[in-house]
């Protein structure tokens, strides 16, 4: 088969679609993640394999604030809240993606969300994909941070 | 619909574009919380409000609490999985080898006494294959055209569209309902964080063991949606995670999408 004729590349897909139909599923080695698909295959490309998807959540009471009416001001209550939570859910992602034995977590996703019953409940949620690296850096270091926990990443 | 530029994309992969496909049910759900499991009474386990002196309370999954599965849960399964197969019955019907822009909306409205109602609607386009081979099974995916395109340039194709459900139930003891009030300062919720992190972790837990079930090599997660029940002495959870599984088929020499410079200075 050709790699210029288009209908090769569906012809094969199929092919290995049915046969994984028909067989049975073995205990094979399996990976989640939260890339879309172009990040997935850069990740592999730059040298890394995705271990799984990861993700640390907190529920959060954002404190009663007080402040005046005329004056610019720092929420700083508000301000603490948001470094507090934000630091509780990556870490608790850190610690699955540790368990797992990572490099480093990949496409993090820190989402915030104000929940509609309870208007001072926040979830501060990070959602990510761990990797390992194949090798380690040319550095002769490790892919881990100073702290030896995972590296953290928006990107792939 | 796929845009010009799509169906390219598609016809470049050896695809083209046959209908949009739909699959719809519509279930009548008893208004009932996470210990409801189908009869008329709610079914709490033994020791489900904790210790009676500082014990923390057990947290509950709808994945790992065995024959006591909330109605809940079974009523969103059953619809999820009915809606996917009358798509996927659809798409077989006009011929084609695969699904994809799947997407599934659900709809909750108010019956008469009290009872909830919830549509899902799962559509798609559905697409053939120019060659000669065709699936014994349609494939779906919530991959868009341009993303399909990518990934079997890159060997790996779409098998089966995802959606997992989870719930989780935990008791609010009163330590735990002080830090939510009014006048309590910044502060975790603990009842609901751990609850909320228990659930998330089961849904993903529960979405690598669905794509392991339809023979996947890997699956990408598109969305795991959260909702918080409203009880204030139950911390209820409810988590949908949604991706697609997909296949890795031989590889053939196909350039990668895009040069990458390797973080790794000796490979190559």
């Given at each position: 088969v050709s790699a210029a004729d288009p209908s090769a590349l569906s012809e094969i897909a199929l092919r290995r679609l049915n046969e994984s139909r028909d067989s049975d599923v073995g205990g094979r080695a399996l990976f989640t993640s939260d890339l879309s698909v172009n990040e997935f295959l850069l990740v592999r490309e730059a040298g890394f394999r995705p271990l799984g998807l990861v993700l640390g959540s907190s529920i959060y009471h954002v404190g009663l604030q007080t402040r005046r009416w005329n004056a610019n001001q720092e929420l700083t209550t508000l301000s603490q809240a948001m470094y507090h939570a934000r630091e509780l859910a990556m870490t608790r992602m850190a610690a699955e993606a540790n368990d797992l034995g990572a490099d480093g977590i990949v496409g993090v996703r820190l989402q915030i969300e104000f929940k509609e019953?309870?208007?001072?409940l926040a979830e501060f949620v990070a959602i990510g994909t761990a990797v390992k690296g194949d090798t380690g850096p040319v550095t002769g270091?490790?892919?881990?941070n100073n702290k030896n926990m995972p590296f953290t990443s928006d990107r792939m | 619909m796929l845009s010009a530029q799509e169906c390219a994309a598609l016809a470049g992969v050896g695809f083209r574009q046959v209908s949009e496909v739909i699959g719809g049910v519509g279930i009548a759900v008893a208004?009932?919380?996470?210990?409801?499991?189908?009869?008329?009474r709610p079914n709490y386990p033994a020791g489900w409000q904790g210790g009676p002196d500082d014990g923390a309370p057990p947290i509950y999954t709808s994945s790992t609490s065995g024959s006591r599965v909330p109605a809940r849960i079974m009523a969103m399964r059953s619809g999820l999985r009915t809606a996917s197969a009358r798509l996927v019955e659809e798409a077989r019907a006009v011929g084609a080898d695969g699904v994809i822009n799947v997407r599934m909306d659900q709809t909750t409205s108010v019956a008469a006494a009290g009872a909830s109602i919830w549509s899902f609607l799962a559509t798609g386009t559905a697409v053939r294959s120019i060659g000669r081979t065709r699936a014994s099974t349609p494939f779906t995916s919530a991959l868009s055209a341009n993303q399909t395109a990518l990934a079997l340039r890159c060997g790996w194709a779409p098998v089966s569209y995802l959606a997992c459900p989870v719930m989780a139930a935990r008791w609010v003891e009163s330590a735990s309902r002080?830090?939510?009030?009014?006048?309590?300062?910044?502060?975790?919720v603990v009842a609901y964080a751990e609850t909320v992190n228990v659930c998330r972790r089961q849904a993903g837990a529960d979405f690598a063991a669905a794509s392991r079930a339809v023979g996947a090599d890997g699956a990408v997660l598109t969305e795991m949606t959260l909702e918080l029940g409203p009880a204030k002495d139950l911390a209820e959870v409810s988590v949908l995670a949604t991706g697609t599984a997909l296949i890795r088929f031989d590889d053939h020499e196909m350039p990668a999408p895009l040069p990458v410079i390797p973080m790794d200075g000796d490979r190559r």
């Open positions: 019953f309870g208007h001072h270091e490790t892919w881990r | 208004p009932r919380g996470f210990f409801w499991t189908g009869s008329s002080q830090q939510e009030r009014l006048s309590s300062g910044n502060g975790e």
